[in-house]
């Protein structure tokens, strides 16, 4: 059964800048697109960045472009999420996803297979 686990939520102050990791278990990530994804508290789930399996193109939501970078490493089966200039409204528990997106990049119904999510607190 396909795995995906995330990793590298933690508190963080504003400003401040955080990883996070998703590791991929019986398949290879490279068969999907992989995406980024959160959920706060009382909203619905919101796609942050997405890459590509074939050129490594990434799409980012407005919300987070030019504060997070997404990245993979397929002959580990892993990929990133790198966070910085992090601010309170950031707050969310944090999946990734991966699938075959045809109609939006960032729609999460686009998406097969999650994590459980990790909690990222940005508050000082």
């Known amino acids: 059964q396909v795995q995906l686990v995330e990793s590298g939520g933690d508190l963080v102050q504003p400003g401040g800048s955080l990883s996070l990791s998703c590791a991929a278990s019986k398949f290879t990530l490279d068969r999907y697109i992989i995406g980024w994804f959160r959920q706060a508290p009382g909203k619905e789930r919101e796609g942050l960045s997405c890459i590509s399996n074939t050129d490594g193109s990434t799409y980012y939501s407005d919300s987070v472009k030019g504060r997070f970078t997404i990245s993979r490493d397929n002959a580990n089966n892993m990929v990133y999420l790198q966070m910085s200039s992090l601010k309170p409204e950031d707050t969310a528990v944090y999946y990734c996803?991966?699938?075959?997106?045809?109609?939006?990049?960032?729609?999460?119904?686009?998406?097969?297979?999650w994590g459980q999510g990790t909690q990222v607190t940005v508050s000082s």
């Open positions: 996803a991966a699938g075959n997106p045809f109609a939006s990049m960032l729609a999460p119904g686009e998406y097969d297979y």
